[in-house]
């Protein structure tokens, strides 16, 4: 991913990064290429706006300074903006003084919701806490089994049972207390597309159980869609941050320069593959560093 936004934000900054004057139309210039390089990259129309206004207002700021290295202020200029529009600071998680810290995850059927929880749950075991899985998505018999598997591999208790979602996730809650886990991780049921029934179920859930944290599960993959499907969420769940799966596929990284901006929710976790230990907190600065190499 990134690649090509990699290559076309390089191409642009190098016609200005060593320049000692800028002209107006030298940053001009730049800014078309870097605005096209955006777009391409499946970036929200307005975030593209917003994103080139900022760029644009540093270089005018560095023109006016009759600063030594405007062409280098620019390019900073750029990293910071890019910094800034996937989330600023890493997401920090806190945990509950009186445990467990309760995590609720939605997110679309196929979106990676179910592995994801899994990936979690191994990463909170790697932190030295001990997570447990909630399997509440009573759609498909089959994602149940599927976390029971996954639950087993990493070794993390993993409760469910034949009632309904919110009871299960009650329940769920209730058992972690009672064995002592301190984190519990409920996965939730998926629709192909944002329907009401599906979001009437994952807001009663939230109501009953209180979580700490509500994270929501979008593919890279599916670039804008995926930042509209996180603001239909986030209108009804109040989310506390986006996990994005499938960072390993080709996606241009539309969503992922999009959602913070679009939806106001940061980017806490990232997965990059289909195995339990492609996952890891999302860190905007070295993702940053990746894009402009
Ligand atoms: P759910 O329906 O949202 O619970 O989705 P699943 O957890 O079942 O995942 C759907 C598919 O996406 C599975 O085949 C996963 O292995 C795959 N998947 C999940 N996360 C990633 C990822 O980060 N990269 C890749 N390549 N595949 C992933």
Known sequence: MFESL?????????KIRGKARLSEADVELALREIRNALLEADVNLLVVRAITDRIREAAVGAMASRSLTPGQ???KAVNDELINVLGGET???TYESKPPTVILMAGLQGSGKTTTSAKLARYFKAQGR???LVGADLQRP???EQLKTLASQIQVPMFSEWTSPIEVAKAGVAEARRIGRDVVIIDTAGRLTVDAELMDEIAAISREVRPKYTFLVIDAMMGQDSVNTA???NDVLELDAIVLSKLDGDARGGAALS???VVGKPIAFASDGEKLDNFGPFHPDRMASRILG
């Not at 990699?6 to 190098?14: H, K, N, Q, V």
């Open 6 to 14: 990699g290559g076309r934000l390089e191409d642009a900054l190098s």
């Open 73 to 75: 202020q620019v390019v």
């Open 91 to 93: 997401f920090r998680i």
């Open 130 to 132: 001990s997570p447990m």
């Open 142 to 144: 089959a994602a149940v």
């Open 231 to 233: 603001k239909a969420f």
């Open 259 to 261: 959602v913070k901006e």
